[in-house]
């Protein structure tokens, strides 16, 4: 059995990890609530723009779509977009999104396209700088604290992949939030986009649309095809990043559980312990007094 100092070393290491624990888990738990609130109110309006976007787009002749919108005939060149997090112990939010990544990886390059990534958050530039994927760009603060500037910054600088041609698809590996406890790893295609069309609208789907557009529907979608795929992208990160905040919310949670049950047996053990030692020391008392006597 354990002597009396080993025993309150480890109470003393275990209540101090206990405090961490629970001091992450409020953090991380300040920063959920202000992601979740923010999603709430972003994701209506984002489906409010796509219906708004679908519904302009419907009669455009092929020529006169947005290139954005428009798929490639040929894909060569793939852009992956992996959204990990800059920091661990939120549980098995990085390893499974990796995981996720590398199976689409290697299921992309078996169809011959040339696949390169972009990578948000440390996590996943640790993992695929071991590897042969070729990593074009790294983007950590991005991901730090989302803000709509920064994101609608990166989102220009990803529609001008495909505007230079530079490549023809870009996908996204993300954690998309469902609640506190649960999130849906998810590989999207952001670029081009997938909008209902057709050749030829009548006259009463223009009625049924309800709105007198000028100076033309081709002006305005391109207009409104950039605000829709930043809106889009911004949303993404927001996702991942209160998914990432969940996830360490319920990680932290649990290690807190975890440190407070092992000190209850670490008490009862230390008990135990100084009992042991007490009645030892009373033995040695009573027979010392008892050999003074004979």
């Known amino acids: 059995m354990a002597n009396l100092k080993e025993v309150r070393v480890r109470i003393a290491s275990i209540k101090s990890t206990r405090q961490i624990t629970s001091a ?12 979740q609130n ?14 708004l976007l679908n519904n ?25 977009i992996v959204m990990t997090a800059n920091k661990g112990l ?17 299921e992309q390059k078996e169809k011959g396209y040339n696949i390169k990534l972009w990578l948000v958050g440390k996590k996943g530039e640790d993992f695929f700088k071991k590897s042969n994927y070729v990593i074009e760009e790294c983007f950590h603060d991005l991901i730090e604290t989302v803000s709509v500037d920064d994101s609608f910054d990166f989102a220009r600088k990803v529609m001008q992949q495909i505007e230079n041609g530079t490549f023809q698809r870009v996908e996204v590996v993300y954690n ?11 590989v999207e295609q952001i670029l081009p986009m997938h909008l209902e069309s057709s050749e030829e609208e009548d006259a009463e789907e223009d009625e049924k649309f309800g709105y007198i557009l000028e100076p033309s529907k081709k002006e305005i979608l391109d207009e409104l095809v950039p605000k829709v795929i930043q809106t889009y992208i911004y949303r ?29 047996n670490l008490t009862i053990t230390y008990n135990k312990v100084r ?15 008892e050999a003074l006597n004979s």
């Open 24 to 35: 992450m888990k409020m953090v991380s738990a300040s920063k959920l609530r202000k992601g």
């Open 38 to 51: 923010a999603i709430l109110n972003l994701r209506p309006y984002e489906e409010q723009l796509r219906n």
């Open 56 to 80: 302009i787009n419907k009669g455009l002749r092929q020529d006169e779509k947005n290139v954005l919108c428009t798929a490639q005939k040929t894909v060569t060149d793939v852009l992956v």
């Open 90 to 106: 939120c549980g098995t939010f990085n390893s499974n999104l990796i995981k996720r990544a590398v199976e689409h990886l290697r």
């Open 176 to 186: 998309k939030f469902v609640n506190a406890a649960r999130f849906e790893l998810l």
């Open 236 to 264: 993404i990160l927001l996702d991942s990043f209160t998914s990432e905040q969940g996830a360490r919310m319920t990680a932290m949670h649990k290690a807190t559980d975890n440190a407070t049950e092992l000190l209850k």
């Open 275 to 289: 009992q042991s030692s007490i009645t030892n020391e009373i033995v040695e008392i009573v027979g010392g007094a």
